[in-house]
């Protein structure tokens, strides 16, 4: 078991990545926080974690909130005492619209969730990771922050913008041996894509990869659990890319 | 070594192949043009090839190591040494060492990195953060 007794926590764990790195991570022995907007559903995901016979708890959290968030780290340490891993997957693709026609309140949302959720969640896990001298941060960010994509501007900002975030945060706080890396998924077999194409575009999409490999939520899982592990402990700073060869930086 | 060796994983329809680059061959290194070249390199034959291979299930990455406390540099210099001219440079405070850079070859290997091909996987501690 490569997290056994670790303590992890898991924005956005109650559906797609999120929820299959939150099961990942259970079989691997940690004990995980499912936290999510979706209280219910992440609640459901950590049933299932203690069916597996690991312990879970789910809470409900806006991650795009400080006084959330702060509520949701303060039922995590009561719950486990400490924390290791943070997995910052919580995240929006909608909705889809070209620069000039994009409202600053549709901008700001995806901005505040998709990044600030990473800056409040750092902010609240840092300090006992710190004391720890010990901890792994791995976000979530896109390819599509490398590229960008026309229609979702600001989908982009945000996932580049976390890219950047993460190292720095990885220059602030390697001499406390906390790692802190991002993934860039490619398009996965997730509910996001099928928010604004339908199933055969979706399937198609994923078909159109160089590896004949249509990329699932474990996929990019797997790859989150590997910088969570030991054998990633000398990783950071670093943006992987996890596409089935979509593009290559 | 990837001529010879490719057809055979494309007969099988699986295989990995694992080339390794520096950081050197994205940063560049003064007085060290050849090696940065070459490396760089290594990271651009490796793309090409991951896309030539894809579609027989082969999957071509790179690993880019940093400075690593391999014998042939500690030779050289002492680890104590090694430490004074990279430590302020890199987040984690220490060079590599091979098994840092054994884990990420593993991985690569792994049914858990099956969708991963023509990436550069950097492992130094933060020293480079391409």
Redesign the interface.
């Known amino acids: 078991m490569r997290l056994k007794d670790k303590v992890a926590v898991i924005t956005g764990g109650a559906q797609g990545i999120g929820r299959a790195t939150a099961l990942m991570m259970g079989r691997e022995g940690a004990r995980v926080v499912v936290a999510d907007l979706q209280g219910e559903k992440a609640q459901s995901v950590a049933n299932e974690l203690q069916g597996m016979g690991a312990q879970a708890i789910g809470i409900a959290v806006n991650v795009a909130s400080e006084s959330s968030v702060k509520q949701m780290a303060k039922a995590a340490f009561e719950r486990f005492g400490r924390v290791d891993i943070l997995g910052n997957i919580a995240g929006i693709y909608y909705p889809k619209a070209a620069v000039v026609e994009l409202s600053e309140e549709d901008w700001d949302r995806t901005i505040d969730i998709n990044l600030g959720s990473n800056f409040l969640c750092c902010r609240e896990f840092v300090p006992a990771m710190r004391k720890q001298k010990s901890g792994r941060i791995i976000s979530v960010a896109s390819g599509i922050g490398h590229y960008g994509m026309r229609q979702f501007s600001h989908y982009a900002a945000s996932k580049a913008a976390i890219i950047g975030f993460v190292k720095s945060l990885a220059r602030e706080v390697g001499a406390d041996g906390i790692t802190v890396n991002a993934i860039c998924p490619g398009s996965a077999n997730t509910s996001m894509p099928r928010q604004h194409r339908s199933e055969e575009e979706v399937m198609e999409r994923l078909r159109s990869t160089p590896l004949p490999h249509i990329l699932e939520p474990e996929d990019i899982a797997s790859s989150i659990l590997f910088l969570a592990s030991d054998a990633a402990k000398f990783i950071t700073g670093q943006s992987y890319n996890i596409n089935s060869g979509n593009y290559m930086f | 070594m990837c001529r010879e060796v490719a057809p055979i994983m494309q007969k099988q329809k699986s295989g990995r192949i694992l080339n390794t680059a520096s950081n050197y061959g994205v940063t560049g290194s003064a007085l060290r043009a050849p090696y940065a070249a070459a490396k760089a390199g290594i990271i651009t034959f490796t793309?090409s090839l991951?896309?030539e291979l894809?579609?027989d299930?082969v999957?071509a990455n790179t690993v880019a190591p940093g400075p690593t406390d391999t014998p042939r540099v500690m030779e050289k210099e002492s680890a104590e040494a090694r430490n004074q001219r990279w430590w302020p440079n890199?987040?984690?405070?220490r060079t590599?060492?091979p098994q840092?850079l054994a884990?990420?070859y593993?991985?690569l290997t792994t049914p858990?990195?099956?969708?991963?091909?023509?990436?550069?996987?950097?492992?130094?501690?933060?020293l480079v953060?391409?």
Do not use: W, Y
């Open positions: 793309k991951a896309l894809a579609p299930n999957l890199i987040p984690l405070g590599a060492l840092d884990e990420m593993f991985f858990e990195s099956a969708a991963i091909t023509g990436q550069t996987f950097h492992v130094n501690g933060g953060m391409p």
